[in-house]
């Protein structure tokens, strides 16, 4: 699984990696993360709100932190 953090790296960008990788680890899921802080590389995934979550190529939270619930119930499917 491949999972990119999408956010310029403002407070909410920062609480979202680092929310991401507890997850992963808590729950021993074989995924590698990217943070992608360019607005241009961005903007391809056509997200105007940031923080956002990519897995596998396919925006799946935008414009918020999800809690930690929220996230394991995204990375296990």
Do not use: W
């Amino acid at each position: 699984m491949h999972i990119q953090v999408l956010g310029t790296g403002c407070q909410k960008c920062k609480s979202l990696e680092k929310a991401t990788r507890e997850v992963i680890a808590q729950n021993n899921i074989d995924a590698t993360i990217t943070k992608v802080e360019d607005i241009v590389e961005i903007m391809k995934f056509n997200v105007m709100t940031t923080p956002a979550l990519v897995i596998d190529g396919k925006v799946v939270v935008k414009g918020r932190v999800p809690s930690n619930y929220e996230l394991k119930q995204l990375l296990i499917k």
